[in-house]
């Protein structure tokens, strides 16, 4: 009833959820009520959640924030969604996004952007804006999200909330629409850690739908949130002296590194040379298998359909080119591309071994640091429509995120002060592939 309330009141400004299942959740509640009285309710019993509108939950819409999916309902429910509901969590609603989750401020949306709580006509970040402002503005105590190059780490840091992308291939993305196959993480977005730990160990693991998950054991993370020992910490000289680093972001991680030597631990200046090619090799590689990924929607299987072709080759084009927003229009363009005959070798091969460069340089600096933190985003929520018409100035929003994504390790968002106009401020925390763990227990402590 309580997050309920927060969304008639609020959903109406914010635009964070597209369906709300009141309904649906007040019978759930009412379920697990039972459950908890007679003792046999699961790990989450209760906890109200949100989802991003990528997610499969059977019988409900999925529309990736896109008109080419109008009138699609999921036939399954994805593994992560599924395992919340076995846990006793109550999907409370639909959380919109950029389409396909391609964008950096839910502006790319089809049904308008969801819009950052801490007022001021701000952006909540993207693509998974939705569900940070659901959490954001108490509309749920926790959402999914999904993370291909930053989407749950930059709004989590735009909405001053806490958001995790686990290693690449610890969660299923059975159910997951894809963007980006190598890439796409299931993200979680929280108040605070605790919550994000339990909700990664009840999702992560072994499916038999997915072919590519992890097979590693999973630790009771939230059982295990206590402090360490000191750290050695290192931050990387790339991004302090860049030029897109707001001065205000700049100075509170100067701020952050103080309190951390203050608190004893080892922190170093580090050099990560290959820093600027991230983000070209994240857009080659990404919009390469958005391409591909893509071309599932022909207007035959899915959704939308035009009305108006008179041969099957105009009606998968006029189907596309009437479902697509024009940033998914563009990124299949542009990764039809580099994987033509003629590019192929000069941009997709040559990102691909930037990739691994890239992986091969973080992990050793990775090796030789517990941690790498540095500011999330460069700069904090900028203002809704303010670079809309600026694709290199949006991508830039991003430059701080790929490389955990390019590399597949695991990388936190939390909180870490706020602007002298309040809007929040984030600290992202990179770990070795798998070490959720530690990663979890050093941000507990930090919060
Ligand atoms: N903003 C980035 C992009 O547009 C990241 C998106 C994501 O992580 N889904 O591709």
Same mark, same amino acid.
């Given at each position: 009833?309580?997050?309920?309330?927060?969304?008639?009141?609020?959903?109406?400004? %914010?635009?964070?959820?597209?369906?709300?299942? +009141?309904?649906?959740?007040?019978?759930?509640?009412?379920?697990?009520?039972?459950?908890?009285?007679? @003792?046999?309710?699961?790990?989450? &019993?209760? *906890?109200?959640?949100?989802?991003?509108?990528?997610?499969?939950?059977?019988?409900?819409?999925?529309?990736?924030?896109?008109?080419? !999916?109008?009138?699609?309902?999921?036939?399954?429910?994805?593994?992560?969604?599924?395992?919340? *509901?076995?846990?006793?969590?109550?999907?409370?609603?639909?959380?919109?996004?950029?389409?396909?989750?391609?964008?950096?401020?839910?502006?790319?949306?089809?049904?308008?952007?969801?819009?950052? =709580?801490?007022?001021?006509?701000?952006?909540?970040?993207?693509?998974?804006? @939705?569900? =940070?402002?659901?959490?954001?503005?108490?509309?749920?105590?926790?959402?999914?999200?999904?993370?291909?190059?930053?989407?749950?780490?930059?709004?989590?840091?735009?909405?001053?909330?806490?958001?995790?992308?686990?290693?690449?291939?610890?969660?299923?993305?059975?159910?997951?629409?894809?963007?980006? /196959?190598?890439? +796409?993480?299931?993200?979680?977005?929280?108040?605070?850690?605790? +919550?994000? =730990?339990?909700?990664?160990?009840?999702?992560? @693991?072994?499916?038999?739908?997915?072919?590519?998950?992890?097979?590693?054991?999973?630790?009771?993370?939230?059982?295990?949130?206590?402090?360490?020992?000191?750290?050695?910490?290192?931050?990387?000289?790339?991004?302090?002296?860049?030029?897109? *680093?707001?001065?205000?972001?700049?100075?509170?991680?100067?701020?952050?590194? +103080?309190?951390?030597?203050?608190?004893?631990?080892?922190?170093?200046?580090?050099?990560?040379?290959?820093?600027?090619?991230? !983000?070209?090799?994240?857009?080659?590689?990404?919009?390469?298998?958005?391409?591909?990924?893509?071309?599932?929607?022909?207007?035959?299987?899915?959704?939308?359909?035009?009305?108006?072709? /008179?041969?099957?080759?105009?009606?998968?084009?006029?189907?596309?080119?009437?479902?697509?927003?024009?940033?998914?229009?563009?990124?299949?363009? *542009?990764?039809?591309?580099?994987? /033509? &005959?003629?590019?192929?070798?000069?941009?997709?091969?040559?990102?691909?071994?930037?990739?691994?460069?890239?992986?091969?340089? !973080?992990?050793?600096?990775?090796?030789?640091?517990?941690?790498?933190?540095?500011?999330?985003?460069?700069?904090?929520?900028?203002?809704?429509?303010?670079?809309?018409?600026?694709?290199?100035?949006?991508?830039?929003?991003?430059?701080?995120?790929?490389?955990?994504?390019?590399? @597949?390790?695991?990388?936190?968002?939390?909180?870490?002060?706020?602007?002298?106009?309040?809007? /929040?401020?984030?600290?992202?925390?990179?770990?070795?592939?798998?070490?959720?763990?530690? !990663?979890?227990?050093?941000?507990?402590?930090? %919060?």
């Amino acid at each position: 009833d309580h997050y309920l309330k927060n969304i008639r009141e609020k959903n109406g400004k %914010l635009n964070a959820l597209l369906s709300v299942y +009141d309904q649906e959740a007040k019978e759930q509640a009412h379920l697990i009520d039972q459950k908890i009285k007679s @003792g046999s309710a699961g790990k989450l &019993a209760g *906890l109200v959640v949100t989802i991003k509108d990528v997610l499969c939950y059977k019988d409900h819409p999925l529309q990736c924030g896109s008109k080419i !999916l109008d009138g699609f309902q999921s036939q399954f429910t994805a593994t992560a969604v599924q395992r919340l *509901l076995d846990a006793d969590a109550i999907i409370i609603g639909r959380n919109n996004c950029d389409e396909f989750a391609m964008g950096s401020s839910n502006e790319n949306s089809a049904f308008s952007p969801a819009v950052n =709580a801490d007022g001021h006509n701000r952006v909540p970040g993207g693509s998974s804006g @939705g569900s =940070a402002v659901a959490v954001q503005a108490d509309m749920c105590a926790v959402s999914l999200g999904t993370d291909t190059g930053g989407s749950v780490r930059q709004p989590a840091s735009f909405c001053g909330i806490v958001g995790l992308k686990p290693t690449y291939s610890r969660i299923s993305r059975h159910g997951l629409a894809a963007y980006a /196959s190598t890439f +796409d993480c299931i993200g979680i977005f929280s108040n605070n850690v605790k +919550d994000s =730990a339990l909700v990664l160990e009840v999702i992560s @693991g072994e499916d038999e739908y997915d072919s590519t998950v992890s097979q590693k054991e999973v630790p009771a993370y939230s059982e295990h949130l206590e402090a360490g020992k000191r750290y050695k910490i290192g931050y990387l000289k790339e991004t302090i002296d860049n030029e897109a *680093l707001n001065s205000e972001v700049k100075a509170a991680f100067a701020r952050q590194i +103080d309190e951390l030597r203050a608190q004893g631990h080892q922190v170093e200046e580090i050099s990560f040379p290959l820093m600027e090619y991230t !983000l070209s090799t994240y857009y080659i590689l990404t919009t390469a298998e958005a391409s591909s990924n893509l071309s599932r929607y022909d207007g035959v299987r899915y959704g939308h359909r035009t009305s108006e072709a /008179s041969n099957l080759e105009e009606m998968y084009k006029k189907s596309r080119s009437e479902g697509f927003g024009e940033e998914v229009i563009k990124r299949i363009l *542009l990764g039809t591309a580099v994987l /033509s &005959a003629s590019y192929h070798d000069a941009y997709y091969i040559k990102a691909q071994k930037a990739r691994r460069m890239i992986q091969n340089e !973080l992990n050793e600096l990775l090796e030789r640091f517990d941690f790498i933190i540095m500011p999330t985003a460069p700069t904090t929520a900028f203002e809704l429509g303010s670079k809309t018409e600026n694709s290199m100035e949006m991508y830039l929003a991003d430059l701080f995120t790929v490389q955990a994504s390019v590399a @597949g390790v695991p990388a936190i968002s939390i909180p870490m002060g706020r602007d002298r106009q309040g809007m /929040s401020i984030g600290l992202q925390i990179l770990s070795k592939a798998f070490e959720e763990q530690k !990663l979890l227990a050093f941000s507990n402590y930090l %919060l």
